[in-house]
Antibody
């Protein structure tokens, strides 16, 4: 069974940098794609991007291209979501997910990011 | 990008009601559509994939249908545990996108 365990909640100021993580477990984890989904407060779900742990092939959704960086360290089955300069509008819940042929069958518990001065 | 539009945005229903939620794609996605249920403070849960396949462990009162650009999620007899927000998501080609969600409320 796949498990995705995300890093804890973060409170940051605008302009600060941040890197959150998602550690996976389960058979053949390095052959999976892992994705990130944003949910702003009281709003719907948004795909941010996906990364293949085997070779770090990464695809971003257009709205998030250039706004975040998705990376991975397959040796420790961990993916990362990184911001270089946070904005208040980055406040939200961020889920790492395992898409199986595109449908998401496993979700992390979510990391709440709060950006406020 | 393919846009997904759900209707209605909010639905008020009673326990035992038959409930239908519609999801329309801006162009054909064949049957590459999933449905999720999300309860407050929780991660979403996969209900249906490939438009009509029931995920393991999901009650049979949930069903999905459709292909091309129009899809439906049906709850045959609404139960108290089903009051939640439902999302569709296409995975025909990247970027995958979600619908805006349908909140099912108690009438």
């Amino acid at each position: 069974e796949v498990q995705l365990v995300q890093s804890g909640a973060e409170v940051k100021k605008p302009g600060e940098s941040l890197k959150i993580s998602c550690k996976g477990s389960g058979n053949s984890f390095s052959s999976y794609w892992i994705g990130w989904v944003r949910q702003m407060p009281g709003k719907g779900l948004e795909w941010m991007g996906i990364i293949y742990l085997g070779d770090s092939d990464t695809r971003y959704s257009p709205s998030f291209q250039g706004q975040v960086t998705i990376s991975a360290d397959k040796s420790i089955s961990t993916t990362y979501l990184q911001w270089s300069s946070l904005k208040a509008s980055d406040t939200g819940m961020y889920y790492c997910v395992r898409p199986e042929e595109g449908r998401v069958d496993y979700w992390g518990q979510g990391t709440l990011v709060t950006v406020s001065s | 990008d393919i846009q997904m539009t759900q209707s209605p945005s909010t639905l008020s229903a009673s326990v035992g009601d038959r409930v239908t939620i519609t999801c329309r794609a801006s162009r054909s996605i064949s049957s590459w559509l999933a449905w999720y249920q999300q309860k407050p403070g929780k991660a979403p849960k996969l209900l249906i994939y490939k438009a009509s396949s029931l995920e393991s462990g999901v009650p049979s009162r949930f069903s999905g249908s459709g292909s091309g650009t129009e899809f439906t999620l049906t709850i045959s007899s609404l139960q108290p545990d089903d009051f939640a927000t439902y999302y569709c998501q296409h995975y025909y080609t990247y970027p995958w996108t979600f619908g805006q969600g349908t909140k099912v409320e108690i009438k």
